[in-house]
């Protein structure tokens, strides 16, 4: 039986990708990143979320794969990735079909010169 645990913009599966189909694993897990495509990634911001979670995954290893340590993961990784909407290295895509701002109001930068 395939478990899975959906977060706003992170969704793990207990599969492998096959044939652009996914197929239940016990021992494998699969990560799809912001799949209502709100944020703008970087390639550099993927790579850090994907590292981020082989972080998480090899900090778990040996755990079974139950619901809750999906979800356990997949909050820390929504953690991370409001972190990266906090530093500048991601940013809300202004054309995604569903503007929630869900991390937080997008900063505005002001220009101090034209006071």
């Known amino acids: ?3 899975k645990s ?4 992170v969704h793990i599966y207990t599969a492998v990708v096959a044939n652009n189909e996914l197929v239940p694993s016990d021992d494998k897990l ?3 990143i912001d799949p209502d495509n709100e944020f703008n990634w970087s390639e550099d911001a993927v790579k850090a979320v994907y590292a981020e979670f082989d972080r998480l995954v090899d900090a778990a290893a040996g755990e079974d794969l139950t619901d809750y340590n999906l ?3 997949g909050s820390d990784l929504e953690h ?3 972190q990266l909407l906090q530093q500048g290295a991601i940013s ?3 054309k995604s079909r569903a503007l929630n ?3 937080g109001l997008p900063r505005v ?3 101090q010169s034209a006071s």
């Open 101 to 103: 701002y869900s991390m």
């Open 6 to 9: 959906t977060t706003r913009h």
């Open 1 to 3: 039986m395939m478990l």
């Open 30 to 32: 699969t990560l799809d």
């Open 80 to 82: 991370f990735i409001r």
């Open 92 to 94: 809300y895509n202004l």
């Open 71 to 73: 979800r356990r993961i």
């Open 109 to 111: 930068e002001v220009d």
